[in-house]
């Protein structure tokens, strides 16, 4: 800044606000020139999206169609076996979206394209933000898609405006925290190497959640398990949202919350690594 | 004393097509007498490949046929492979099998019987110097390894035609001239036939009796070394001017007697037209046009000379691979200390 | 051997090699290599064990259902663990030709007298032996998670035994895939693909016990829920005949379009004259 605007202060005050103001419009330019990248990728080669919408077709299709037997179980507290089975769906995809758009950052890497984003900005946690901005975008069609089947096999999916909110939320909340873990293991390994290790720990969490019956219907060490797992909350207010008994909301977002801060932290301080490693 | 033909290899109008693309093989002809060491010569995807996987019976012959030690390829294939020996370009290995086991492998679906197989398997392992790494799995050896294993695994039913298709590509100079050797011990001293591919024509000289030489599937030029050398016949004059301002003028000069040819960098050379009697004229012409010449050499004409002669294009690969290179390589027939007729 | 001039060499002993010897010398081949990816086989059981844990825990209220067989979903679950490894003999067949045809050693196996019967024969000895090797392993490590098996020791050794067919029958599927495609990824390209062909079937319950209309149609029509329930039969009930014999028709059914498929495949990648 020349010395002509620090001497008087309130010139000083609106340049330095003109100078925010740009530095966030700096920082959206990035963000959004790497989402831009991705999802010229997406459009440009639709076979990229198939695993991420078979996936989750997949598991709808084997859990709601071959275990919904399980819901005359006694103690089974839940109306409709498919609406269960949905709300898990959601949060799947929503997990492995976030993986596997790690895995774009990971291949990123490896080819050393990283290197010449990271010399182009200044503000380099932007590159992190415009990879979860495409992994969001990937993931609304995919719920979108998802939801179309659900409602054609006949799930009674009809939730109030508020409640549609807050399960958009969560399963934001999800699918970036998910994004942060694995770009931050992507930034720190920079090979598509890390693909294994960044899959392993996410099929781990969502499935010592309660996946298949409610929490209190879980034995064994996966209920155990499913105690201390912050996805068991996010999948139980889920479902409680979408029939309209909202309920351990606290929690819920309490636990997605925190899972996204430890996420963050995980993601900048790999991104550190990236970039001493680049340096 | 075996009939002639027994080992021999009678190619005529032989045609490879593929569904996509141009003829791979289209229409050859060629005669290899027994005992002979045969070199099959020319670029990437000339046909080379192709050619051998048709003799060596892998590939049906879209057309023309082919009789390999005295059977037909496609009539009587399992009489032909009983016959052949053969290492192609994949030195095709099991990476989690040792040397020995895989002698043991291979001869005995040859049908050799067990003690045989393994007097066999242990006397070329040993001839091919492996003997050290015999129990080792081959996933560790080197491409050197690899190859005379290759070529150690062709011989084991004692085959009396031995096919090697570009048998020496990326070994270092040891290797390859170990198995130069090898190939010429087992024609000269075991009467085996050699049919040998390759796109080094350093390779073919040293090697081959006789040679022909692909192109695009046909067959370009055929005969031994040196008479297709002879039939072209034109030497290259190399010159050197002492002063790199004059290299025009004497390229200007040069020009007068033969075409311009590839040269070492800094240096202009032109194939001349009418031989080495011509050298005298151009002396005297680069001394009329006062250029003054640090160097001059004439070279006699390579195999390379002779594709570019035939095809008019260079041999990929020919003393590993640039024009400047493959005219850096070129042997000078001698010297000339003093100008003057 | 060879005087001094050029002379051409006396012939080798030969003897004409029979189909048996053929195969004994590519089975030798085949579980040699098997045995010496120890990793491979270790990893080709983590999953299927760790889906068997994950289970286990998280469907067992299904055992409270009305009608269902048995107290332990452990027990119910273990009979898909089998049947997940055949599935990796699939891939497993698959990959080690496919690997061959790259490598360019199917050539090399073609320039001898080798008949096509002899290296499926030979291919599907070292399936046998991983199929051999992961029942066993599974068996143990389910039934010292306490597992139960009603039909006793001697139902190990047809449990064993059943997993010996199921894993060739699978295995000849797998080698026709790698012999058609000649390409190790697109075999692995595949593995989703059967695995949800596995998920459609009685996996997790009984095919009575499924709600859904369709699924259960699904579910009937698919081979391998006949297989799972064979191997089930023995772990939950004892010696059930028609369980058994309909598995194990259900695998020789698989082994012999598989193994024509194989042969078939064979014919067209051999292009030898």
């Known amino acids: 800044m020349s010395p002509a605007l620090t001497k008087n202060p309130s010139l000083t005050r609106e340049a330095n606000l003109v100078s925010r103001r740009t530095a966030l419009s700096r920082y959206m330019r990035a963000s959004w020139a790497i989402a831009w990248r991705q999802l010229r990728v997406m459009v440009s080669n639709p076979a990229f999206l198939i695993p991420s919408i078979l996936m989750p077709v997949f598991f709808f299709s084997a859990f709601a169609g071959g275990l919904s037997a399980i819901s005359e179980a006694p103690n089974f507290d839940y109306p409709d076996y498919s609406t269960f089975q949905y709300v898990f769906v959601l949060i799947q995809s929503a997990m492995f979206g976030g993986v596997f758009a790690g895995f774009a950052v990971a291949a990123d890497f490896e080819t050393g394209f990283s290197r010449r984003m990271m010399l182009a900005t200044r503000s380099r946690s932007a590159l992190i933000v415009g990879y979860a901005l495409a992994a969001l975008v990937r993931a609304t069609i995919v719920w979108v898609i998802v939801t179309a089947l659900a409602l054609a096999t006949g799930a009674s999916i009809s939730p109030s405006a508020g409640e549609v909110v807050g399960i958009l939320l969560l399963i934001t909340l999800v699918n970036v925290a998910a994004l942060l873990f694995a770009a931050g293991m992507a930034m720190r390994m920079r090979t598509m190497q890390a693909a294994p290790l960044i899959q392993l720990p996410a099929f781990l969490i969502i499935f010592t959640a309660p996946v298949y019956v409610p929490r209190d219907l879980l034995e064994g060490w996966v209920g155990s398990v499913a105690d201390f797992n912050p996805v068991t909350a996010v999948l139980e207010a889920g479902r409680e949202l979408i029939i309209g008994a909202p309920a351990e909301m606290l929690l819920a977002f309490g636990a997605a919350a925190g899972l996204m801060a430890l996420t963050a932290v995980w993601a900048v301080t790999g991104l550190r690594r990236a970039e001493r490693a680049a340096s | 004393m075996r009939d002639a033909h027994q080992n021999g290899i009678e190619v005529e109008g032989l045609v490879r097509e593929f569904k996509k693309g141009p003829r791979a093989v289209d229409g050859i002809d060629l005669e290899v007498e027994p005992g002979e060491i045969y070199g099959f010569l020319g670029p990437n995807g000339a046909g080379k490949s192709t050619t051998v996987h048709m003799l060596t019976t892998l590939l049906p012959p879209t057309a023309g046929t082919a009789r390999v030690a005295g059977h037909d390829v496609v009539r009587d294939g399992p009489a032909v492979r009983d016959a052949i020996g053969v290492a192609l370009q994949e030195a095709a290995l099991d990476p989690f099998l040792t040397a020995r086991e895989h002698m043991r492998l291979q001869a005995g679906m040859h049908g050799l019987p067990r003690s045989e197989a393994e007097r066999r398997g242990d006397q070329l392992i040993d001839r091919v110097g492996l003997s050290d790494a015999a129990d080792r799995k081959v996933g560790g050896y080197s491409g050197g390894m690899k190859r005379r294993l290759d070529l150690a695994l062709a011989l084991v039913h004692e085959p009396r035609l031995l096919f090697l298709d570009e048998p020496t590509t990326g070994l270092d100079v040891q290797s390859r001239t170990a198995l130069w050797d090898e190939v010429t011990r087992l024609a000269h001293q075991h009467g085996v036939t050699v049919f040998l591919t390759t796109q080094y024509l350093e390779e073919a000289d040293a090697l081959a009796q006789r040679v022909a030489i692909i192109d695009t599937g046909k067959i370009v030029a055929q005969g031994t070394p040196d008479s297709l050398k002879a039939e072209i016949g034109r030497p290259t004059v190399e010159a050197v001017p002492a002063e790199i301002a004059q290299r025009d003028a004497m390229r200007d000069v040069l020009g007068r007697f033969g075409t311009d040819t590839a040269a070492a960098p800094g240096a202009v050379a032109v194939r001349l037209d009418d031989g080495t009697e011509e050298l005298a004229e151009v002396v005297r012409a680069l001394d009329a046009a006062q250029i003054r010449v640090a160097n001059l050499e004439i070279h006699a004409p390579t195999l390379d000379d002779v594709f570019l002669a035939k095809t008019g294009k260079r041999l990929e690969g020919a003393g590993e691979g640039t024009e400047s290179e493959a005219a850096a390589g070129r042997q000078p027939t001698g010297e000339l200390e003093a100008v003057g007729a | ?273």
């Open chain 3, 1 to 273: 051997m060879s005087a001094g001039a050029a002379t051409v060499p006396a012939a080798l002993p030969r003897e004409r090699t029979g189909t048996l010897t053929q195969i004994g010398h590519l089975a030798r081949r085949s579980v040699v290599r098997t045995v010496r990816q120890p990793a491979v086989i270790v990893s080709s059981m983590v999953f299927p064990l760790f889906l068997l844990a994950i289970n286990a825990s998280g469907l067992a209220a299904t055992t409270d259902l009305p009608g269902f067989p048995t107290d332990s979903y452990l027990t119910f679950f273990l009979a898909v663990t089998f049947m997940q490894g055949a599935l990796f003999s699939t891939m497993g067949a698959g990959q080690a030709i496919a690997q061959d045809i790259q490598l360019g050693f199917f050539n090399r196996l073609q320039l001898t007298p080798l008949r096509g019967p002899a290296l499926i024969g030979g291919q599907l000895a070292g399936t046998l032996l991983l199929g051999v090797v992961q029942a066993t392993g599974f068996l143990a490590i389910g039934l010292a998670f306490g597992a139960d098996l009603e039909a006793g020791a001697a139902g190990a050794l047809a449990l064993i035994a059943l997993a010996c067919l199921v894993s060739i029958a699978f295995g000849s599927v797998g080698l026709t895939i790698g012999l058609r495609t000649g390409n190790a990824e697109a075999v692995q390209g595949a593995f989703p693909l059967l695995f949800v062909f596995l998920f459609f079937s009685s996996l997790a319950l009984p095919r009575d016990l499924i709600a859904q209309d369709w699924f259960q149609t699904v579910a009937t029509i698919n081979p391998v829920s006949y297989v799972i329930e064979a191997y089930r039969s023995l772990l939950v009930e004892g010696w059930n005949g028609e369980a058994l014999a309909l598995g194990a028709l259900v695998a020789v059914t698989v082994l012999v379009a598989g193994v024509t498929a194989a042969t078939m495949a064979l014919r067209t990648r051999m292009e030898r004259t």
